[in-house]
């Protein structure tokens, strides 16, 4: 039976994996979704998640019991070990920021596997010992195995957001707040990948902002679309929002900068009113 259940779990888990990847990167292309999920994603469930599975009841069966989190640990550890595209970019490019959302994928995806196992097996058991008295007690772990894959669920589609730089709104706040300052150079002020990022002033929807990006855009705006009080900077890399800061005009200042700035041509100057 369990091989069985081994199958199935791999290819629900699978299939929630990648929609939920696919959903948090905006990429709706069924078929290709369909070809990653035939030639990647499953088999690495299938092969890496049962492997894992037969090192944990290895464990179990050699220290007599293994409890949960002994069991967790082992699969997050299989979820780096199998990831190979982080493997691959690591090996390839170093360390970065590519390869640490790779690995939190790879240990998301290897923790949805590990509760979908747990619920599976619990039903099953449940059905064949078809006792009703532990009903209260299987919906009580199943329910606690569920939270923790909808946890899962809910990081995943975050992950891929574009991320409010508040540390960078704060260095350009006190740039502003001299008044000797009348321009500033943006790359030096951020520690992150960018190839183009782009300003929005007072009053600009977010049509505007993604119909002069190209791109969605997921971020916040902070109300920029009715605040006169605010500038929005947004930044891309490989045609994706990846982070934003949201500027204060600190009464009376205005940003200016090329349509497209770029950490070669990144020259922002602050306009004071009075």
Not at 37 to 60: D, E, K
Not at 109 to 133: C, D, Q, R, V
Not at 204 to 214: D, M, P, Q, R, V
Request: charged content about 15%.
């Amino acid at each position: 039976m369990k091989p069985i259940l081994w199958i199935i779990n791999g290819i629900i888990s699978s299939l929630i994996f990648i929609f939920l990847v696919s959903f948090s990167f905006n990429f709706f292309d069924m078929f290709m979704i369909l070809i990653l999920w035939v030639m990647f994603v499953l088999p690495v469930f299938l092969i890496g998640g049962s492997t894992t599975l037969a090192v944990v009841f290895y464990l179990q069966k050699k220290y007599q019991s293994m409890s949960y989190f002994p069991s967790l640990i082992v699969f997050i550890f299989s979820g780096i070990i199998c990831n190979v595209f982080a493997l691959l970019d690591l090996a390839r490019n170093g360390w970065n920021e590519g390869v640490l959302q790779y690995l939190i994928l790879g240990i998301a995806g290897s923790l949805i596997y590990f509760h979908m196992w747990l619920l599976l097996n619990k039903a099953t058991a449940l059905i064949k010992a078809k006792l009703p008295m532990n009903k209260i007690n299987f919906l009580w772990k199943s329910g606690i195995n569920v939270f923790i894959v909808v946890v899962i669920i809910a990081f995943i589609l975050n992950l891929n957001r574009a991320q409010e730089n508040m540390k960078l709104e704060q260095v350009i706040h006190s740039i502003v707040e001299d008044k000797n300052n009348s321009q500033f150079n943006l790359n030096p002020l951020t520690d992150f990948s960018w190839d183009k990022a782009q300003l929005f002033g007072p009053y600009t929807t977010k049509e505007i902002i993604e119909e002069s990006l190209g791109v969605s855009y997921d971020g916040q705006t902070g109300g920029i679309d009715y605040r006169e009080d605010i500038f929005l900077l947004v930044f891309l890399h490989e045609d994706k929002v990846v982070q934003y800061a949201i500027l204060d005009r600190q009464g009376a200042v205005n940003f200016s900068g090329k349509k497209a700035i770029t950490p070669s041509d990144d020259l922002i100057k602050i306009e004071r009113t009075h």
